[in-house]
């Protein structure tokens, strides 16, 4: 069965330093979605993205995040300069056209020092 | 504020018993509802979509929605122990988002 991939699995970084998030989506899906996940809490929708641009994005999703598909397969997510508070999983998902449900990669649990 | 809420739990259910779960959300014009299990560390897994009144059944597992009780909920027949996690009620709006709810922590008693 396909599924969303993600990479890394961990990663840790220092305060102040971009990390890029990296996710390829089911192949023949057109819709894709970033998560973040603080440890103990709940599930919390960052940005959608569809026909190559942001289609909805929370209040979350501030001028440090940008995401982007810089080829056919590959859908990133960027943050500028990382504080403390960003360390969360963070799980990228896609899905079909038509609030089709959404599948989720494995995550990538991001550690800030 | 779109609202998904779920009571945290924890609910204990012993094994072979059912399993209820409910969840209800603020948004009357919301479209697609939908059950996610996740394990602790681990991805939400879909487990059951729903779109129209009524109830959907796939396995041991039913999802019931009432739009106008703005309600939908999980029953999860004849528990394993192996049910044991935390259910995430979602919803999607006329927007291309999901909201989550806090999820309930489900413990199934051998």
Known sequence: ?113 | QKEVEQNSGPLSVPEGAIASLNCTYSDRVSQSFFWYRQYSGKSPELIMSIYSNGDKEDGRFTAQLNKASQYVSLLIRDSQPSDSATYLCAVNGRDDKIIFGKGTRLHILP
């Open chain 1, 1 to 113: 069965e396909p599924e969303v991939t993600q990479t890394p699995s961990h990663q840790v970084t220092q305060m102040g330093q971009e990390v890029i998030l990296r996710c390829v989506p089911i192949s023949n899906h057109l819709y894709f979605y970033w998560y973040r996940q603080i440890l103990g809490q709940k599930v919390e929708f960052l940005v959608s993205f569809y026909n190559n641009e942001i289609s909805e994005k929370s209040e979350i999703f501030d001028d440090q995040f940008s995401v982007e598909r810089p080829d056919g397969s590959n859908f990133t997510l960027k943050i500028r300069s990382t504080k403390l508070e960003d360390s969360a999983m963070y799980f990228c998902a896609s899905s079909e056209p038509g609030w089709q449900p959404q599948h989720f990669g494995d995550g990538t649990r991001l550690s800030i020092l």
